[in-house]
């Protein structure tokens, strides 16, 4: 699976847009985009994944550019209660034979959301 | 309502004491695996199991054991815990999708061991 580069952390006002930026430059084909976040230390929770074509759903939308090399995830109005390490990880679907069920967290970004 | 849980959530034991964190889900879901959080080395797989009676080694298996003889179950066995073991325990759950899978978390399971 591909390794993935973010920003050990970033603060983000309260109501604003938190955009937060992942590299991966090797990237294959097959492999997708997910983004998880952990607040504090409760199970980490799924908030998005796609191929190529940009996302949206309840929680963000994810952005990924043309040649897949990075991607962005966007929390429209953060709130106090975004404040958690989100990480980007990419991997190829089990379904295709990807590494089954693992996902590989790096040490992610720390986002704070200030009031 | 959708979930994987774990119990115990909070767990202090001696060396050598053999215990059994478990874990369910509701979600019919054939993937599950466990994993351990330590600072600053991140979230590590130690076991997956892809359905019943099959299981495989992640990452750091050494001193665990697992089984999965349901489908929503897979408790995690310590046979003889050791201090290096103490780490928060996380299970989660997954169905394989030709759009990629999303996997679901349990509330995780902080161990001590003395």
């Known amino acids: 699976d591909a390794k993935t580069t973010q920003p050990p952390s970033m603060d983000c006002a309260e109501g604003r847009a938190a955009n937060l930026p992942c590299n991966h430059s090797t990237i294959s084909g097959n492999e997708y985009v997910y983004w998880y976040r952990q607040i504090h230390s409760q199970g980490p929770q799924y908030i998005i994944h796609?191929?190529?074509n940009n996302e949206t759903n309840e929680m963000a939308s994810l952005i990924i550019t043309e040649d897949r090399k990075s991607s962005t995830l966007i929390l429209p109005h953060a709130t106090l209660r975004d404040t958690a390490v989100y990480y980007c990880?990419?991997?190829?679907?089990?379904?295709?034979?990807?590494?089954?069920?693992?996902?590989?967290f790096g040490k992610g970004t720390k986002l704070s959301v200030k009031p | 309502e959708a979930q994987v849980t774990q119990n115990p959530r909070y767990l202090i034991t001696v060396t050598g004491k053999k215990l059994t964190v478990t874990c369910s889900q509701n979600m019919n879901h054939e993937y599950m695996s466990w994993y351990r959080q330590d600072p600053g080395l991140g979230l590590r797989q130690i076991y997956y199991?892809?359905?019943?009676?099959?299981?495989d080694k992640g990452d750091v298996p050494e001193g665990y054991k697992v089984s999965r003889k349901e489908k929503r179950n897979f408790p995690l066995i310590l046979e003889s815990p050791s201090p290096n073991q103490t780490s928060l325990y996380f299970c989660a759950s997954s169905r394989p999708a030709a759009r990629g899978e999303t996997q679901y978390f349990g509330p995780g399971t902080r161990l001590l061991v003395l």
């Open positions: 796609g191929l190529k």
């Open positions: 990880i990419v991997r190829s679907s089990a379904f295709f034979g990807g590494s089954q069920g693992n996902l590989i």
């Open positions: 199991s892809m359905n019943v009676e099959v299981t």
